[in-house]
T-cell receptor
Framework: AQSVTQPDIHITVSEGASLELRCNYS??????LFWYVQSPGQGLQLLLK??????LVQGIKGFEAEFKRSQSSFNLRKPSVHWSDAAEYFC??????????FGKGTKLSVKP | ETGVTQTPRHLVMGMTNKKSLKCEQH?????MYWYKQSAKKPLELMFV???????ENNSVPSRFSPECPNSSHLFLHLHTLQPEDSALYLC??????????????FGPGTRLTVL
């Protein structure tokens, strides 16, 4: 069965520091992978997605993610975090019915 | 108005009440979704509609009843809910069901509390 694991429930980084959020997936075929961000009281906003091709994907707000098939991972990175990046981040894999299968999310806190 | 809107944003109801959640998308999409977001659990897909036909019912209890009268509107009718149904209910839409080309756009959600 398809599944997504985000091993870190909560991460705190200092403003200006680099960030990496981990995501591992389980899927039999070539996966469609997504990262979404959710600010408090808001819906989910797509940061980036991977379908095929270049394994390093650029997204909005300075985020990028790298697809590593050998590790079944799709980690999200940002070189320098801003206070406005504090939110909850969700990794997802595309399901067989056009739906998305989400991980439990990683909450990011940013220290000034 | 643009994007995906949901009303109400907050709803408190008793277990014997009947209420409805509304979702409207202004993107010209053909597919719409209901997701449930509970504390400490992954987002769970509830229903998928494509061209107003239900294509997925993810083992959702019958106390949740979806309705898609047209491709722009999606409702979730609620009756005799349980306290464990308290959650954030998110609506999403996409052009179609093709994940290689179609992005799902989410509404802000309805925060439901069942007393």
């Amino acid at each position: 069965a398809q599944s997504v694991t985000q091993p870190d429930i909560h991460i705190t980084v200092s403003e200006g520091a680099s960030l990496e959020l981990r995501c591992n997936y389980s899927y039999g075929a070539t996966p469609y992978l997504f990262w979404y961000v959710q600010s408090p009281g808001q819906g989910l906003q797509l940061l980036l997605k991977y379908f095929s091709g270049d394994t390093l994907v650029q997204g909005i707000k300075g985020f990028e993610a790298e697809f590593k098939r050998s590790q079944s991972s799709f980690n999200l990175r940002k070189p320098s975090v801003h206070w406005s990046d504090a939110a909850e981040y969700f990794c997802a894999v595309g399901g067989s019915q056009g739906n998305l299968i989400f991980g439990k999310g990683t909450k990011l806190s940013v220290k000034p | 108005e643009t994007g995906v809107t949901q009303t109400p944003r907050h709803l408190v109801m008793g277990m014997t009440n009947k209420k409805s959640l509304k979702c409207e998308q202004h993107l010209g999409h053909n597919a719409m979704y209901w997701y449930k977001q509970s504390a400490k659990k992954p987002l769970e897909l509830m229903f998928v509609y494509s061209l107003e036909e239900r294509v997925e019912n993810n083992s959702v209890p019958s106390r949740f009843s979806p309705e898609c009268p047209n491709s722009s509107h999606l409702f979730l009718h609620l009756h005799t809910l349980q306290p464990e149904d308290s959650a954030l209910y998110l609506c999403a839409s996409s052009q179609d069901l093709r994940q290689d080309t179609d992005t799902q756009y989410f509404g802000p959600g309805t925060r439901l509390t069942v007393l």
